[in-house]
């Protein structure tokens, strides 16, 4: 199994944290007074990147959904977005093997945890 599918857990995305708080803590002291703009950059880029992935499943597009989930995912995973990750992996490994059929649901899933995600990062900016 390659290993990037080897990462994609069966466990229910629901059961992760939202936020990685030890990731977020580490990046508020690396970070410091850069800390709110690498959050406001996240957060402004995230309804772009969840609509170009609404595009590419809306096209059939596997090639493209793989290729704009691996990104998010890594800006998700680097922003301690637990959950999402998860979420944008999973659709991630959907446009890989090119099965689209559960995509639009996984989305839809994935939109819901990036309203709650915003949310607590909103939180940590204040």
């Not at 939202?18 to 410091?32: F, G, N, Q, T, Y």
């Not at 839809?108 to 949310?119: E, L, M, S, Y």
């Amino acid at each position: 199994m390659p290993l990037e599918e080897s990462r994609v857990s069966d466990a229910d995305p629901d059961q992760l944290p939202l936020l990685d708080e030890e990731i977020i803590a580490e990046l508020r002291e690396v970070m410091e007074d850069e800390f709110a703009d690498l959050l406001q950059g996240f957060l402004s880029d995230l309804p772009l990147q969840l609509n170009r992935l609404q595009t590419a499943i809306a096209q059939g597009d596997g090639d493209g959904l793989y290729h704009i989930a691996h990104k998010f995912k890594s800006s998700c995973g680097c922003l301690g977005a637990a959950r999402l990750m998860e979420l944008i992996q999973r659709l991630e490994l959907a446009g890989r093997r090119n099965t689209l059929d559960d995509a639009a649901e996984l989305l839809r899933h994935a939109r819901t945890v990036a309203a709650a995600t915003v949310a607590g990062l909103h939180a940590r900016l204040d």
